[in-house]
């Protein structure tokens, strides 16, 4: 990629990473729920994650993917299947006072969440399609550039996402005012399944 190229890259990698999905519910449910500093793996897992699907994608995994119906079907179900439990564990976590005794969304979590995020694979399968076939550095030197490129630009727009959740926690001291936190974010979860099946 030349300059030009790799700055429309980052932009679009910025962008998509930092507009509303299932991961950024995560991370911004992760923010409010553990804080900023506790919650930081929950990006950094999260945004390494999107990288690594993207070389996938552009060495071809994507299109493989793509190509055969039953695997994304399945791939469809488990993903479903897996934020809706996501969004019942939201809509049931506890107060921020309970801060110590809550599990944290860490680095391998969000990692491994991504595989099953129906956004993170529209965006894999864009950037190759869109970026590294109009490179002249199409191939494995390009897709791991590629890879690099949305990881760095994804780690800022996670963190806006977490700081967001850890500023919202200081209105959530009540029981009545984190349950109804909890709820939306479970919602949004929850609806987000409906672009699985679009």
């Known amino acids: 990629m030349d ?3 790799t700055m429309a890259f980052l932009l679009f990698a910025f962008i998509a990473a930092v507009t509303p999905g299932p991961s950024n519910t995560l991370v911004l449910s992760t923010g ?3 804080g900023t500093l506790r919650g930081i793996g929950c990006p950094l897992g999260a ?6 699907m993207i070389v996938l994608s552009a060495f071809g995994v994507g299109e493989i993917v793509a190509a055969a ?5 399945a ?4 993903g479903s299947l897996f934020l809706l439990w996501l969004a019942w564990k939201i809509a049931n976590a506890g107060t921020v006072e309970a801060d110590g005794q809550r599990r944290v969304v860490g680095f391998r979590q969000a990692f491994l969440f991504q ?5 993170g694979w529209l965006v894999a399968l864009s950037a190759g399609s869109t970026f590294l076939v109009s490179s002249e550095h199409a191939g494995a030197s390009g897709a791991l550039w590629m ?3 949305f990881a760095a630009a994804a780690v800022p727009a996670g963190f806006l996402w977490l700081v967001l959740g850890a500023l919202v926690a200081k209105f959530l001291r009540t029981p009545r005012s984190a349950r109804l936190f909890n709820i939306s974010m479970a919602l949004a979860l929850a609806l987000s399944v409906a672009l699985v099946w679009r």
């Open 3 to 5: 300059t030009a190229q």
């Open 32 to 34: 409010a729920a553990v």
């Open 47 to 52: 945004s390494l994650g999107m990288g690594v």
């Open 69 to 73: 119906p039953a695997i994304v079907i």
């Open 75 to 78: 791939m469809k179900l488990a």
């Open 115 to 119: 595989w099953l995020n129906p956004k």
């Open 147 to 149: 890879g690099a490129l």
